[in-house]
T-cell receptor
Framework: EPEVTQTPSHQVTQMGQEVILRCVPI?????FYWYRQILGQKVEFLVSFYNNEISEKSEIFDDQFSVERPDGSNFTLKIRSTKLEDSAMYFC?????????FGPGTRLTVL | GENVEQHPSTLSVQEGDSAVIKCTYS??????FPWYKQELGKRPQLIIDIRSNVGEKKDQRIAVTLNKTAKHFSLHITETQPEDSAVYFC??????????????FGQGTILTVHP
């Protein structure tokens, strides 16, 4: 099974603070996705990232969000000024031969 | 953009019965339809998928059917077991029948299998 890891597993922050969520996808993969899942709701697409550039983003992915690949392996999702409604599970995903594989997720709680 | 509708939102069955979950999609360009199972607090995990060049696919107790004309697809679970209890999501993309490209998810179905 392809390995996608995410850190931290749980992040608690105060409203207005910046958070950075990290993901290490399948080695050397060029495609990368971030999804969000508010508790009890469906999984929602945020942004896709290909070869170090954003290839597509949803309406949710506004100016407070950004994605980066700070080094050759891991990817980050940054939320600049968190709001209460940003509380959710955040999953990164990469496409494999047979499926789009999801990481274990980061639970973000904004107080 | 694509819109995926999923029904029912909750489904309760007795162990050994069959369960059917249905999804409709709006974008006729969609050509890849995965089904994910998500246990509480865990990642969505693929259980089966179907591509638009196929009408039906089966893997042991799980099967998926696709009607491109009507733009709907269904998940069928036979001989349900308590460990099948979870939230099931359908999804769709238009990435040439591959797992690449953004996935648009349905709202999810909470399946409960009673022993």
């Amino acid at each position: 099974e392809p390995e996608v890891t995410q850190t931290p597993s749980h992040q608690v922050t105060q409203m207005g603070q910046e958070v950075i969520l990290r993901c290490v996808p399948i080695s050397n993969h060029l495609y990368f996705y971030w999804y969000r899942q508010i508790l009890g709701q469906k999984v929602e697409f945020l942004v896709s990232f290909y070869n170090n550039e954003i290839s597509e983003k949803s309406e949710i992915f506004d100016d407070q969000f950004s994605v980066e690949r700070p080094d050759g392996s891991n990817f980050t999702l940054k939320i600049r000024s968190t709001k209460l409604e940003d509380s959710a599970m955040y999953f990164c995903a990469t496409p494999g031969e047979a499926e789009q594989f999801f990481g274990p997720g980061t639970r973000l709680t904004v107080l | 953009g694509e819109n995926v509708e999923q029904h029912p939102s909750t489904l309760s069955v007795q162990e050994g019965d069959s369960a059917v979950i249905k999804c409709t999609y709006s974008d006729s360009a969609s050509n890849y339809f995965p089904w994910y199972k998500q246990e509480l607090g865990k990642r969505p995990q693929l259980i089966i998928d179907i591509r638009s060049n196929v009408g039906e696919k089966k893997d042991q107790r799980i099967a998926v059917t696709l009607n491109k004309t009507a733009k709907h697809f269904s998940l069928h679970i036979t001989e349900t077991q308590p460990e099948d209890s979870a939230v099931y999501f359908c999804a769709a993309n238009d990435a040439g029948g591959t797992s690449y490209g953004k996935l648009t998810f349905g709202q999810g179905t909470i399946l409960t299998v009673h022993p």
